[in-house]
């Protein structure tokens, strides 16, 4: 966010935060980006340059993309391509890795695309550089993933549609160059980071806790979906609607929970959450296979093979199979005592962090740094709540 926010400085935005948390920001209109003077630095955000290099896509100018060792790995060129269709020029190292040099089309070309994956950090890219196209621009995608894009856009005032295919996916088409007008907005809880508390929570005895104002986007929510299906006590309290995004307040229970297979299709709208379901499925009784994640090889880290490895160390008996992750939970806590690599990866790190606080013996991560780009206080958080998070002294 942090990152982001700076990043849109840059490019002329106006951006500040009150000691209130509000954040305000006072745009500059379709086409009105400034060429940056310096380097975009997105840091950990993977969400952040894909879809920042979407919204650039569409202006006449140059900006130079970069970001941390973890993000520099990360393959880009799922978006580019696209974006190339439309008239922007890329310039990046092998495998369209960061840093990178986009110039954006001075007259962009609305296009149709359809995306090999389903992926809302793609789709969002080419609707954002849609925007400053004249006429329709259209993603056409196997699978519906996340549509937090199309609902923010629509809030503020552009036209989008989404019409289901033949084939099971989704068709959203943007009319390019619209008046967008400025509006107040109530940013959901992000369900990514409530799933560590949620699972933390399930897992541990007596334990009981409410987390207010988290988004229960169907296409976002499919970790929530699962746990139910484990038979995890999780109540959706005051439900409601706040820009444009479905929002309740979570009543979670510690629970005993039983294996399950998570189907593929699910997979768009819990990609994120494998990392902490796993975790979960550590716990359950009987034998959990997820389906559908070949996705997971090209996040921050491998994710496919770091959960495994993870889990591994620390008692568990898992498999990969394919593109499915097989974990067999005897419904006992897990040994862990292990020394986990985390991989530069955020969420694998928080992930055995709530695994180690459940298991038998505590887990150490190799490094937590990575944590404070998408969740600075989870340490606090779940110290707060009981955990002891230590960080270890050389």
């Given at each position: 966010?942090?990152?982001?926010a ?33 380097l ?7 969400t ?32 580019t391509?696209?974006l ?7 310039a ?7 840093p ?43 699978l ?25 996916g ?16 109530i ?26 104002g ?16 484990m038979?995890a006590d999780?109540e ?9 995004e479905?929002v ?9 929970l ?7 299709e ?6 994120d ?15 959990t ?6 996705e ?23 498999e ?32 055995f ?16 740094a ?14 707060g ?7 270890a002294?050389s």
């Open positions: 966010m942090l990152c982001t700076g990043a849109m400085r840059a490019l002329g935005a106006g951006i500040t935060r009150s000691e209130d948390g509000i954040w305000t920001v006072d745009g500059v209109g379709i086409g009105g980006f400034q060429e940056p003077d310096g975009l630095d997105l840091g950990n955000s993977g952040g340059a894909r879809l920042l290099m979407g919204a650039v896509a569409g202006h006449d100018l140059t900006a130079f993309f970069t970001g941390d060792a973890s993000l520099c790995r990360r393959p880009m060129a799922r978006v391509e696209p190339t269709r439309m008239g922007a020029r890329v990046a190292r092998a495998g369209g890795r960061l990178l040099a986009l110039t954006g089309a001075a007259e962009p070309m609305p296009i149709t695309y359809a995306t090999p994956v389903a992926s809302a950090q793609v789709k969002s890219a080419i609707l954002l550089a849609g925007l400053s196209a004249p006429g329709a621009t259209t993603v056409i995608e196997p519906a993933s996340r549509d937090h894009t199309e609902n923010l856009m629509r809030h503020f005032g552009a036209t989008v549609t989404s019409q289901p295919t033949n084939e099971g989704r068709r959203i088409t943007v009319t390019g160059q619209p008046e967008l007008k400025a509006a107040d907005l940013i959901p809880g992000d369900p990514s980071s409530a799933a560590f508390p949620a699972v933390a929570a399930l897992l541990l005895p007596r334990s009981a806790i409410t987390i207010e988290i988004g229960i986007n169907v296409l976002r929510a499919g970790l929530f979906e699962t746990l139910l299906e038979g999780i959706f309290n005051n439900r409601r609607i706040e820009g444009g479905p309740a307040d979570l009543g979670i229970r510690a629970s005993l039983k294996g399950v297979t998570v189907p593929a699910r997979a768009p709208s819990m990609i959450e494998y990392p902490i379901l796993a975790v979960a499925a550590a716990f359950a009784k009987g034998r296979v997820m389906h559908g994640l070949a997971l090889r090209v996040k921050e880290s491998d994710r496919l093979a770091a959960i495994a490895q993870g889990l591994a160390d620390c008692g568990v008996k898992v990969i199979d394919g593109d499915s992750l097989i974990v067999d939970g005897t419904g006992e806590r897990p040994d862990g005592g292990a020394a986990v690599s985390a991989a530069l990866d955020h969420r694998i790190a928080m992930s962090l709530v695994l180690g606080m459940a298991a038998r013996r505590p887990v150490t991560i190799d490094d937590g990575t944590i404070a780009t998408s969740f600075p206080d989870f340490v606090t958080l779940i110290n709540l009981g955990g002891t998070i230590v960080a002294h």
